[in-house]
């Protein structure tokens, strides 16, 4: 869990706290699109297991970027207004790493 009572260097440190770790800001990319079930969050996202994403996703909430919420009987999750304030860092960062792939001829999957 992410400790935000200490004193931080910079805001970059504190950025990389609460964002760091695996899967945070690959689970906030895919909200980002827009809100998803728990199921199409595991489809989206291969290698994270149920325990790595349900723990993730607990983490986002108790920070305020993610919420669940029900609609027609289903629970997903969407973006905080917190969590769409970083809509622009999220694209930022897409846009680097898929220029960085085809500069450094990395595989990306479609």
């Known amino acids: 869990m992410t400790d935000l009572t200490r004193t931080f260097g910079c805001p970059v440190e504190l950025a990389l ?7 945070k800001t690959v689970l906030l990319a895919r909200l980002k699109q827009g ?3 728990y ?7 291969p290698g ?4 790595m994403l349900t723990q993730r996703l607990r983490e986002l909430e108790a920070i305020g970027l993610v919420h669940r919420e029900t609609v027609a009987g289903h629970e997903r999750y969407a973006l905080t207004a917190r969590g769409e304030s970083l809509r622009a860092v999220l694209q930022s960062l897409y846009d680097w ?3 960085f792939a ?3 001829d990395v595989k990306l999957a479609p």
């Open 39 to 45: 199921g199409d969050l595991r489809r989206l996202v």
């Open 48 to 51: 994270l297991s149920d325990k």
């Open 17 to 23: 706290e609460v964002l760091g770790g695996k899967w």
């Open 102 to 104: 085809a500069e450094a």
């Open 35 to 37: 809100p998803l079930r």
């Open 97 to 99: 790493g898929r220029a």
